[in-house]
């Protein structure tokens, strides 16, 4: 099982795509696997040919469990590996960005029914047989959501009375539950332990828009590139020159990325949020980011993540913009030193030569760790930005 998060401890696994006998290569998706916070498919650590799955699913294990055993393929007759290899949060350098703690291991289910492990938690709690629920998670799992208290009627009463139906039914935030209580964990940690500064700066996107426009005209809506692709691109490139910004601190050492392996903050439909990377975010096209982006959302809000990109990320960009937000001061997910925040984009009033005119700008943030950087090298790094996104053509 490994470990997804910094303070992670234990996952369930689903189910196994794979049989004794195949050959796996490395990087395959070999089955998946729920944390507290997410649901994502698990990758292979190595080549090989698999000689024993050894976690049955729906088994809820600690981090570091042999789930299976790989043997060496007939090229490298390597002796029996271990899938995955056992990694702590020491030695994993990137975990997600909210990942809290789980409750110690539970029993494996006597039942064959799959199912998360607050699942059966809630079920246990109120007596609901879990084979008697209908689940809406990945491949028909029941999940927490799915688990409700029975109504209680009394027989002897006569029928209530139907209320009229409100015309806007009041919500409740959700305030409770594993995510949330995951969220609040690893956010808690981050406050607790790293000496947060901040800094923000309002970047006029005028040019970065006409450009976008430009070339956006000719193309299909399918093919466009949104203005969020274009500020992640340039977060990226400018990472190039500032590298204490870009990487883990861990075991009481920085240690810099020499790639930029972007996350993105993602909201779920059913609450809460992920960060997945965009691996090597500074290094392919911005078409190619822009489609990267595009289906990272897709497979995060359908529960199809990869692994590795929940333990890839080496710093990550969160953005509020499209809830109204002008600006966002977000806090740092460890072990990572760095995120950058934006808010909406917007229209004010800017000052050219003597003249003011109505731009669209957007404020940018930054929250760094103080025993790697400075507000000096942060300052430095949101005039970089901002000078990069008035040449949008070179990104």
């Known amino acids: 099982m490994p470990s997804l998060g910094a303070d992670m401890e234990a996952g369930t696994l689903l189910e196994w795509r794979i049989a004794v006998g195949d050959h796996v290569a490395r990087g395959e998706v070999v089955g998946l696997i729920e944390t507290q916070k997410a649901t994502m498919e698990l990758e292979s650590f190595a080549d090989g040919i698999v000689e024993?799955?050894?976690?049955?699913?729906?088994?809820?294990?600690?981090?570091g469990t042999v789930l299976a055993r790989l043997r060496g393929s007939a090229a490298s007759d390597k002796a029996v590996?271990?899938?995955?290899?056992?990694?702590?949060?020491?030695t994993l350098p990137v975990p997600t960005s909210i990942a809290a703690p789980l409750p110690?291991?539970?029993?494996?289910?006597?039942?064959?029914?799959?199912?998360?492990?607050?699942?059966?938690k809630r079920a246990r709690e109120l007596g609901i047989d879990l084979a008697a629920l209908?689940?809406?998670?990945?491949?028909?799992a029941i999940v927490w959501r799915d688990v409700v208290a029975p109504p209680v009627v009394d027989l002897a009463a006569s029928p209530p009375r139907v209320a009229a139906p409100l015309a806007k039914p009041r919500r409740s935030p959700p305030t409770t539950?594993?995510?949330?209580?995951?969220?609040?964990a690893a956010m808690s940690r981050s406050k607790r332990e790293i000496p947060h500064f901040y800094l923000s700066h309002t970047i006029s996107l005028e040019r970065a828009l006409a450009w976008l426009a430009e070339i956006n005209r000719e193309r299909p809506i399918q093919n466009r590139i949104l203005p969020g692709a274009l500020i992640l691109r340039a977060v990226a490139v400018t990472l190039w020159d500032f590298p204490e910004l870009n990487g883990f601190y861990l075991d009481d050492v920085f240690r810099p990325s020499e790639q930029v392996h972007l996350a993105t903050a993602i909201a779920l439909r059913t609450g809460g949020l992920v960060a997945p990377a965009i691996l090597?975010?500074?290094?392919?096209?911005?078409?190619?980011?822009?489609?990267?982006?595009?289906?990272?959302?897709?497979?995060?809000?359908?529960?199809?993540?990869?692994?590795?990109?929940?333990?890839?990320?080496?710093?990550?960009?969160?953005?509020?913009g499209d809830r109204g937000c002008e600006a966002v001061f977000p806090v740092i997910n460890p072990p990572q030193v760095a995120i950058v925040g934006f808010g909406a984009i917007t229209r004010r009033p800017w000052v050219e030569g003597d003249a003011v005119v109505p731009h669209r700008t957007i404020v940018?943030?930054?929250?760094?760790d103080h025993r790697v950087s400075d507000g000096h090298r942060g300052g430095l790094f949101l005039s970089a930005l901002d000078r990069l996104l008035q040449e949008p053509a070179t990104l």
């Open 134 to 140: 209908h689940g809406s998670g990945p491949h028909g």
């Open 280 to 320: 090597d975010a500074d290094s392919i096209p911005l078409d190619e980011l822009m489609r990267e982006l595009q289906d990272l959302v897709v497979r995060a809000r359908g529960g199809h993540l990869k692994s590795s990109e929940l333990t890839s990320a080496t710093i990550t960009v969160t953005s509020l």
């Open 364 to 368: 940018a943030t930054l929250a760094a």
């Open 177 to 184: 539950g594993p995510v949330r209580d995951a969220i609040a």
């Open 104 to 120: 110690p291991a539970s029993p494996p289910p006597t039942s064959r029914v799959r199912s998360s492990p607050a699942a059966r």
């Open 52 to 63: 024993a799955l050894i976690v049955e699913p729906g088994t809820h294990v600690p981090v």
């Open 81 to 90: 590996t271990e899938l995955p290899p056992v990694p702590t949060s020491k």
